[in-house]
């Protein structure tokens, strides 16, 4: 096992003794859901699709252990599927959860409730032959429709960090608007916990003891 190199042994320390991690949370309503296109290029609980995967979201996992934990949360029901083949190759798929009543954080040690009522998205990936086409965008929005038109979602909600880019431009270029966001900040080994909003204080709670953390106003505007 080849030793880490010095940048990668500064960057361990600088982590331990100041880190910060931002998990934003981005919604949209049924009414403002209603007047956004509907693409429907995604086929909806097609499980057998996931065979023909060749490329996957989770890069530590290998295939078999990514269709072991697909496998779970389609045995758990209330997650939906929505995939895209082509030339036999599993090109794009993303999740639906129809009823999300808690979406936690391990990493951030905390957990968002959303409001009764709410359905959310995540584990969107497209294989790299078939970027730059506007797959992520037609998946992210016919899902907000599907979760609205068929699950009876009052709003839909996603979440990204904050360092990713990319996903989040696809995210407002969707219709999403951003909400507030879940924080982690950590220095000389001391963790503090809290949570952003835009308009209303989101509920977010530590993931240890299910009580609240403090929470701040934040900028209206996220600036990608």
Not at 106 to 133: H, K, N
Request: aromatic residues 10%; hydrophobic residues 40%; contains cysteine.
């Amino acid at each position: 096992m080849p030793l880490p190199t010095p940048a990668k042994l500064l960057s361990a320390v600088r982590n331990r003794w100041r880190l910060r991690l931002e998990l934003c949370v981005y919604a949209c309503t049924a009414d403002e859901i209603r007047a956004l296109p509907h693409p429907t290029r995604m086929r909806r609980d097609r499980w057998e699709d996931l065979a023909l995967c060749r490329a996957w979201s989770y890069p530590l996992l290998t295939r078999e252990q990514y269709l072991a934990v697909v496998e779970e949360r389609r045995l758990t029901g209330g997650q939906h599927l929505y995939s895209l083949v082509e030339d036999g190759v599993l090109v794009h798929y993303g999740w639906v959860i129809a009823r999300q009543e808690r979406a936690p954080d391990a990493a951030l040690g905390l957990v968002m409730v959303p409001p009764p009522g709410s359905a959310g998205l995540y584990d969107y990936f497209t294989d790299p032959i078939a970027r730059g086409r506007g797959l992520y965008t037609d998946s992210l929005r016919q899902c907000m429709h599907d979760a609205v038109d068929l699950d009876g979602a009052r709003q839909v909600f996603i979440y990204v960090y904050a360092d990713n880019l990319i996903s989040k431009r696809v995210i407002e270029k969707a219709g999403f608007k951003y909400r507030g966001s879940l924080v982690l900040e950590r220095r000389f080994f001391l963790p503090h916990r809290y949570s952003t909003y835009v308009d209303q204080p989101l509920d977010v709670r530590s993931l240890a003891h299910d009580s609240p953390v403090p929470a701040v106003r934040a900028p209206a505007v996220v600036t990608v």
